[in-house]
C-alpha cells in the first residue's frame, strides 16, 4: 500500500540474502504513504529501510515532521539509493531533477550544523533535509537519519548505511500538488476524525506533554525500567516526569505537517550547569532513557544528552541502553576504571554519560566497544552478555516487560529485535477485561499482567501498527487512541485514492507486511530462539512496585502468537500455507528452495 509496506517487499525482494550490511549490495528504500501531502490527520510520515548495521536482519526506521509531505510535492512516494560513491555526496531533489552534488564541506558536521550549510549552500531555507551526523560518518551502527533538526528516524542504523554510501544527506524541494479522488468526502472525514481526536480523552494530556506523560504513569503502575531495568520504579520519577518538563522548561509546542495534536515542544533551561540550552523535545523513550534507566535525577542533564544524540546523530534508546549496561557491570565490579577509560560509571554520574556519548559518536576508546550496541559490547570484552537488554541486538524501548505482559511479547517477535512499535498494544494499558472480551474474546487479553490472549493481541496489533505505517500516519493518535480503524482506513483509501479495499483486505495488508519481515529475518538465520527476551524478565521477578512477582512466561505466549499467525511452533518458521493464503506464494517458494521453511505445520 505505501510506505513501510513498499520498503519491506522491495527490500526482501531486492537485497540478496546473508550480504554484509554495509556492501554496496546493500540498498537503502525512503517511501511516503498514500495519505501523505493531504491534510489528512498526522500524514506526515515517512519509512526508511535497509539490511541492518546493528541487528544484520531488517533494518528499518520511522519519523514524521515535513520531509515525506515534500518528498510528495516533489512527486516521490519512494526513493531508492544502490551502490556505493566514491566521493562524499549529498543528493539534491527540485521536483524531477536529480542532482549528486559534492559534499566535502559537510563533513564532520553535525546535523545542525549540516542542515544550516545545505540551506545556504542552495540558497533556500524552505528545503527539507534529511541528514546522517558524524556517527554515522563514523560507522556507530546505531546512527540515524534527521529530518527537521530532531524528527529523528534512529533505530537500527540507517544513517550508518546512507553515510557508509558516501552520502551525506539528501535536500528536497517539491512544488507539485496531491489530488485526491473525491475532495468533498476527504473534507467530511477530515472533520469527523478531527472530531473524535479533539474529544478524545486522551487529547490535553497528549497537547501539552507529548509521549512524556507516559513516565509518570509507568512508575504508578511500576514497568519503568530503572537501572539497567535492576527496578520498575524509580524514585525521582516526579522530577523527571512530562508534567515536571511541562511546567519548568516547555516554551511553546510545534506538530508535524497536517497534525492536529502538536505534541512536540521546545524548551529552554533557564539555570544551572546547561543553561540557555534549547532544542525541542524530548520524547519519553530519550527522557527515560537518559533518567530512570541510568539511575541520573536531573532532568537537564537528560536533556543535554538527548540534545548531544540528535546532534551526533545517535539513537538515544541504544546509546543509554549500552551506558546503562556499562553502569551496571561498573557497580557489579565487572568493570574496572582501568577499562572504561578512567571515568566513574556510577549511577547517573554526568560526567561519564556526556563523555561517553561523544566517546560512542567519535569511536573513541571505551565508546567504541559500545559503538555497535550492548551485545556485540559484551561479546567485545568477554563478559556481561546476561546483562543485555535487548532481542536480536536491537536495545529494548522503555518498558519493562514483566509490568506490560503484551508490550513483551511484541519486543520478542517484532521484526527488526527489541521495539514496542511493531505492536504496540497500548489497549494493554486500560488493564481492561471488558476490551479484551469485546474485541478478541479472552478478558485476560488486555490485562498487563497476564500472559492469555497475548498471541491474539500481538498479532492484532501488529497487523494494524503495520497499515498505519503504510499509510504513514502517526501511531500515537490513530493507532493509540484507536482513531483509524481497518474499517475506517479502508474507507479514507477510497476517498484519497479512488481503490475500493474491502476493510478484511486492509487488514491482510498488514498480515503481508508482518510476514515478509518475518521472511527476510529467516532468510538471515532467524528462529525461534532469537524470539526471546533476556533471562532477567523470564527469571527474576520485579521486588517492588504495582508489577511486583511477575515474570515473562516466554514459551506460552510464543506458542498463543505463532498459533494465531499459523506459523510452526517448534522453530518459530513460517508455513507456505500461512503465506499461500495471502498471496505470498513466490515467498514460500524460494524459502522452500532454502530449507527454511516448514511445508506442514507441526503442533
Known amino acids: 500500500m505505501g510506505g513501510r509496506g513498499f520498503n519491506s517487499k522491495r527490500l526482501y525482494d531486492e537485497v540478496p540474502a546473508n550480504i554484509n550490511p554495509l556492501s554496496p549490495d546493500n540498498k537503502i528504500f525512503l517511501a511516503t504513504g498514500p495519505f501523505v501531502g493531504t491534510f489528512f490527520p498526522t500524514a506526515s510520515r515517512f519509512n526508511i529501510s535497509a539490511k541492518s548495521p546493528q541487528t544484520s536482519i531488517l533494518g528499518d526506521s520511522n519519523a514524521g515532521g515535513h520531509l515525506a509531505p515534500e518528498m510528495k510535492f516533489a512527486g516521490y512516494d519512494q526513493i531508492i539509493i544502490e551502490g556505493k560513491s566514491p566521493d562524499f555526496l549529498y543528493i539534491n531533489i527540485q521536483d524531477l531533477n536529480v542532482q549528486l552534488k559534492d559534499a566535502t564541506f559537510l563533513k564532520g558536521l553535525d546535523v545542525y550544523e549540516t542542515e544550516q550549510a545545505l540551506k545556504s549552500d542552495l540558497g533556500d531555507k524552505s528545503i527539507q533535509t534529511l541528514i546522517a551526523g558524524p556517527a554515522a560518518e563514523n560507522g556507530v551502527t546505531f546512527s540515524g537519519v534527521f529530518a527537521n533538526l530532531t524528527r529523528a528516524a534512529a533505530r537500527t542504523g540507517m544513517g550508518t548505511i546512507l553515510a557508509g554510501k558516501g552520502i551525506k544527506a539528501l535536500a528536497i524541494k517539491g512544488t507539485g500538488t496531491i489530488e485526491v479522488a473525491?475532495?468533498?468526502?476527504?473534507?467530511?472525514?477530515?472533520?469527523?476524525?478531527?472530531?473524535?481526536?479533539?474529544?478524545?480523552?486522551?487529547?490535553?494530556?497528549?497537547?501539552?506533554?507529548?509521549?512524556?506523560?507516559?513516565?509518570?504513569?509507568?512508575?504508578?503502575a511500576g514497568f519503568l525500567p530503572t537501572k539497567n531495568y535492576l527496578k520498575g520504579v524509580f524514585e525521582y520519577a516526579d522530577e523527571v516526569s512530562g508534567e515536571y518538563l511541562a511546567s519548568n522548561f516547555n516554551v511553546k509546542t510545534r506538530g508535524c505537517y497536517a497534525c492536529t495534536i502538536p505534541c512536540s515542544r521546545f524548551y529552554i533551561v533557564r539555570e544551572g550547569p546547561f543553561k540557555n540550552l534549547t532544542a525541542e523535545g524530548p520524547e519519553y523513550e530519550s527522557q527515560g532513557s537518559f533518567t530512570s534507566r541510568i539511575g541520573n535525577k536531573d532532568i537537564t542533564l537528560a536533556l543535554k544528552a538527548n540534545d548531544m544524540c540528535n546532534r551526533l546523530g545517535i539513537d538515544a534508546l541504544t546509546t543509554s541502553s549500552c551506558i546503562a549496561w556499562a553502569m551496571e557491570l561498573y557497580e557489579k565490579k565487572l568493570l574496572s576504571k582501568s577499562e572504561v577509560d578512567g571515568l566513574d560509571l556510577s549511577w547517573g554520574n554526568q560526567e561519564a554519560i556526556l563523555t561517553l556519548i561523544k566517546k560512542i559518536a567519535y569511536r573513541e576508546g571505551f565508546g567504541d566497544i559500545l559503538a555497535d550496541g550492548s551485545r556485540k559490547a559484551a561479546e567485545k570484552i568477554g563478559k556481561g552478555l546476561e546483562y543485555t537488554m535487548q532481542v536480536k541486538n536491537l536495545d529494548l524501548i522503555m518498558a519493562d516487560p514483566r509490568g506490560l505482559k503484551g508490550f513483551g511479547l511484541g519486543f520478542s517477535v517484532a521484526s527488526r529485535g527489541g521495539d514496542h512499535l511493531r505492536s504496540e498494544p497500548f489497549i494493554e494499558l486500560s488493564d481492561d477485561p471488558e476490551v479484551g472480551r469485546r474485541l478478541f474474546g479472552i478478558p485476560e487479553s488486555t490485562l498487563r499482567l497476564s500472559d492469555k490472549g497475548?498471541?491474539?493481541?500481538?498479532?492484532?496489533?501488529?497487523?494494524?501498527?503495520?497499515?498505519?505505517?503504510?499509510?504513514?500516519?502517526?501511531?500515537?493518535?490513530?493507532?493509540?487512541?484507536?482513531?483509524?480503524?481497518?474499517?475506517?482506513?479502508?474507507?479514507?483509501?477510497?476517498?484519497?485514492?479512488?481503490?475500493?479495499i474491502k476493510t478484511d483486505d486492509i487488514q491482510k495488508i498488514g498480515t503481508r507486511i508482518i510476514s515478509i519481515e518475518r521472511a527476510f529475518g529467516i532468510r538471515e538465520g532467524m528462529n525461534r530462539m532469537d524470539d526471546y527476551l533476556p533471562k532477567r524478565f523470564r527469571e527474576e521477578t520485579l521486588k517492588e512496585g504495582a508489577s511486583a512477582g511477575t515474570i515473562v512466561d516466554q514459551d506460552t505466549m510464543l506458542n498463543d502468537y505463532y498459533n494465531e499467525r499459523g506459523w510452526d511452533t517448534i522453530t518459530g518458521l513460517l508455513t507456505k500455507e500461512s503465506l499461500n493464503k495471502i498471496g505470498l506464494n513466490y515467498v514460500s517458494d524460494e524459502l522452500i528452495k532454502m530449507g527454511k521453511i516448514i511445508e506442514l505445520k507441526q503442533y
Request: hydrophobic share 40%.
Open 182 to 220: 473525491y475532495p468533498q468526502k476527504l473534507d467530511k472525514l477530515v472533520d469527523e476524525l478531527n472530531e473524535e481526536i479533539f474529544n478524545h480523552e486522551q487529547y490535553p494530556g497528549r497537547r501539552k506533554m507529548g509521549t512524556t506523560r507516559i513516565l509518570k504513569m509507568a512508575n504508578d
Open 454 to 500: 497475548k498471541g491474539k493481541l500481538v498479532s492484532y496489533f501488529e497487523d494494524w501498527c503495520a497499515v498505519i505505517d503504510a499509510l504513514e500516519v502517526c501511531k500515537n493518535i490513530m493507532q493509540n487512541m484507536e482513531i483509524l480503524t481497518f474499517e475506517k482506513a479502508s474507507n479514507a483509501v477510497e476517498v484519497i485514492t479512488g481503490l475500493k
